[in-house]
């Protein structure tokens, strides 16, 4: 599975915008056929999306598409738009069952084999973001074999459950966590929410950094500003890398000898679950690319 840190965000009805972030660097470039396009510009975005898709280079960002939520007007016709020009992964908002991902998912099957492309190259990932979706997370996770991450939507969650956003975040900090819990459950990736206050480099980080510490693996942005603070956050340094090589070689060490849990020579215990938080250090250091 590729590395998501940054998902970035791009009105799909701006070119020039669409332009900028493929050279960013971003992981992943999210072209917006929802929110942040107007009523009387979907059909019109719509075509930039698909002709950005097949003109534009991405380098190594992943090219995703967000279209409207399925059961709206336009669903439909934003996968009839932009599905013939391959898009690495579609991203799903307000999905709240696991028939609306099925039907997606349907929809890419019949071009895969239209066109003989690869069968489930087309990804998809799932916007979480009411209170259905959050009691539905099983049945969603374990619907097809396409999906590959959750994000979490949280200012529509909140708009749903009638709370108040503050800055602390305790309102939505259940629904946050039970993200993260069916993602690690289900073998997905996790995205966090968006940062609003994109001015705000350090509050970016240190709220992207708070998402590492709960267990996601990347997170979304709205601004190319916010993209180097956040993909810093969600890739380990080098003294980290470091230590967790360290420890899972005296790991091996010790197994090697018959010996399960073992102290470290600074005195600290060390069994499974910390010999698991070492590998998955590794596993984020290598989707980043800083090792091997």
């Avoid at 016709?77 to 932009?82: E, G, K, Q, R, S």
């Avoid at 898009?87 to 019949?110: C, M, R, T």
């Avoid at 009411?130 to 969650?157: H, V």
Wanted: with cysteine.
């Amino acid at each position: 599975m590729r590395s998501r840190r940054a998902l970035l965000y791009m009105p799909a009805h701006e070119m020039r915008k669409i332009e900028k972030a493929a050279g960013l660097g971003v992981d992943c470039v999210c072209m917006d056929l929802e929110d942040s396009v107007p009523v009387g510009e979907k059909e019109t975005t719509r075509r930039t999306a698909a002709e950005a898709l097949r003109t534009i280079d991405f380098g190594a960002s992943e090219r995703l598409v967000r279209i409207n939520p399925v059961g709206s007007p336009y669903a439909l016709d934003d996968l009839l738009a932009v599905l013939p020009a391959r898009p690495d992964g579609i991203v799903i908002p307000k999905l709240s069952d696991a028939e609306s991902l099925q039907w997606v998912s349907s929809k890419a099957a019949e071009y895969e084999a239209k066109h003989g492309w690869v069968l489930g190259g087309i990804r998809l990932i799932v916007i979480i973001e009411s209170a259905r979706a959050i009691l539905n997370l099983p049945a969603i996770c374990a619907a097809d074999s396409r999906l590959e991450a959750l994000i979490f939507g949280a200012e529509d969650l909140a708009a749903d459950i009638g709370a108040t956003r503050t800055a602390t975040g305790t309102e939505i900090l259940y629904a946050r966590s039970t993200i993260v819990l069916h993602a690690a459950a289900f073998n997905l990736q996790a995205l966090d929410m968006v940062h609003v206050n994109f001015r705000d480099p350090d509050a970016t980080y240190n709220e992207a950094l708070a998402g590492v510490e709960m267990g996601f693996t990347g997170k979304q942005v709205i601004h190319p500003a916010q993209v180097e603070p956040v993909q810093r956050a969600f890739t380990p340094d080098d003294e980290t890398i470091h230590k967790a090589q360290a420890l899972l070689a005296e790991y091996e060490q010790h197994t090697g000898q018959g010996r399960g849990a073992f102290a470290t020579s600074t005195g600290d215990m060390v069994d499974a679950p910390v010999i698991k938080m070492a590998q998955n250090v590794l596993a984020r250091a290598r989707a980043a690319g800083k090792i091997s």
